[in-house]
């Protein structure tokens, strides 16, 4: 039902920013439960970088506070982070992910297949 692609990664230095994209099939803005990014670093666990809430509100990893920003443009199905003050521990694939529920109560996980970014020193 729901496809998500990622784009925008890259090399970039630190202290550089990049925005990575999530187009998404359909609209992202129906019976959306979250939508974010994770990142994955290399023998790491998967993490949560931004979400949007179930509320609407936004929450952001310690680790990104300040330097992230999440956004979306529903009418182009478009979600976005803005990375700025990049780091080298900022190196991950990262991943788009929305969670939307049915009609049945149930949650729908969607997922990228990823964009990498390499921060240099």
């Known amino acids: 039902q729901v496809q998500l692609v990622e784009s925008g990664g890259g090399l970039v230095q630190a202290g550089g920013s990049l925005r990575l994209s999530c187009a998404a099939s359909g609209s992202i803005s129906i019976r959306i439960n979250t939508m974010g990014w994770y990142r994955q670093a290399p023998e790491k666990q998967r993490e949560l970088v931004a979400v949007?809430?179930?509320?609407?509100?936004?929450n952001y990893a310690d680790s990104v506070k300040g330097r992230f920003t999440i956004f979306r443009d529903n009418a182009k199905n478009m979600m976005y982070l803005q990375m700025d003050m990049l780091k080298p521990e900022d190196t991950a694939v990262y991943y788009c992910?929305?969670?939307?529920?049915?009609?049945?109560?149930?949650?729908?996980?969607?997922w990228g297949k990823g964009t990498l970014v390499t921060v240099s020193s």
């Open positions: 992910n929305v969670v939307r529920r049915s009609y049945s109560g149930s949650l729908e996980y969607y």
């Open positions: 949007f809430t179930s509320g609407g509100t936004t």
